[in-house]
């Protein structure tokens, strides 16, 4: 019985809360559909921060801010991030993962 409640004890304090960071894509007033399932993908590693970005983002990032899941947004408006190029994007989400020391990198999967 000791042992197990050890054992118990131990995988307790070995789990890592997850957090999450989503590289979302929008329209410039809205997440898109795939996003907004991404997030939902997402759900058991919370909290899960929403990366927005682009030239004239911030209508798309406080819509961001009120969907269902989304716990944090953090937006950058910057015309180079509006093609989704990754050369331009790497080293944002590097940046932003490293101070935020998020779990896990996600983004959307479509064809939008």
Known sequence: MHA???A???SFCSRRHASTLIVAEHDGVKLTESTLAA????????????????????AAAEA???A???DSVTYVEASS???GVAEEWAPLVVDL???GGY??????????
Not at 40 to 58: D, E, H, N, Q, R
Not at 103 to 112: D, F, L, N
């Open 4 to 6: 197990v409640r050890r």
């Open 8 to 10: 118990a004890q131990r």
């Open 39 to 58: 997030i939902t993908a997402c759900a058991a590693m919370k909290p899960i921060t929403l990366l927005v970005g682009g030239s004239a983002c911030k």
């Open 64 to 66: 961001a801010g009120k």
């Open 68 to 70: 269902s899941g989304v």
């Open 81 to 83: 991030l509006d093609h």
């Open 97 to 99: 993962a490293k101070k």
């Open 103 to 112: 779990t896990h990198i996600a983004g959307e999967s479509g064809a939008e």
